[in-house]
């Protein structure tokens, strides 16, 4: 059953069907979108105004998107970058020389001109490098998106600059969460503990390293 919906599904038709004449719709990628997105998907337009014609479409989420800019020709010599959180933006289209992210393959390096890339996050130091400046920040976990035209956006769940982080708290919090780990019972219990050393030996090592 599972295979006959999911079949359904995957082999979905994109035709809409209006006056017996089909038309096919392909939706843009989010590098495709052009700069002028007033009119909106003029499918949905159409249709809502056959549906309810005395009252104004609501604005379709192609309508908040901002084109993003085409790939160089030319090896651009900053790397902008966007590194956002659930309740805040860190950096918002910040030009920079290169960032450094905690992958879960290891620390990756990411200069303008980086290959396409989608990178998971791991608990670990993320550096941000402009000339000599060097801004670090501690993250849980997340994504790095890289795009071609040397675009990456950054997406964790939690950071905090590494300036703001007690060293002695997380020394305390590394020795509880072993000694936690050594005396767990269950599996829960042992699950719990080994994120709890994982994360504190993450923020230990991203201090003193």
């Known amino acids: 059953m599972f295979r006959q919906v999911a079949h359904r599904i995957l082999t979905r038709s994109t035709t809409t069907y209006s006056a017996g004449a089909a038309a ?41 998107m901002e ?34 992210v905690p992958a879960t393959t290891g620390q990756m390096g990411i200069l303008p001109g980086h290959v396409p890339t989608i990178a998971e996050l791991k608990p670990g130091l993320l550096s941000v490098h402009e000339g000599n400046d060097v801004k670090k920040y501690f993250i849980s976990s997340g994504f790095a998106f890289v795009h071609s035209n040397s675009y990456a956006d950054i997406l964790a769940v939690e950071a905090i600059p590494l300036d703001r982080i007690d060293q002695a708290q997380v020394q305390k919090g590394l020795s509880e969460f072993t000694q936690k780990l050594n005396s767990a019972s269950t599996d829960l219990d042992k699950a719990e503990a080994q994120i709890g050393v994982d994360v504190h030996s993450a923020l230990n090592s991203a201090l003193t390293g």
């Open 67 to 100: 084109p993003r800019p085409p790939t160089p020709s030319t090896l651009p010599s900053k790397l902008t970058v966007n590194f956002v959180l659930p309740y805040s933006a860190e950096l918002s289209k910040a030009e920079v020389d290169m960032v450094i």
């Open 24 to 64: 096919t719709i392909r939706r843009p990628y989010s590098t495709e979108v052009v700069a002028d997105a007033s009119s909106g998907d003029s499918a949905f337009v159409e249709a809502w105004k056959k549906v309810a014609p005395n009252i104004d479409p609501p604005k379709t989420p192609i309508q908040y």
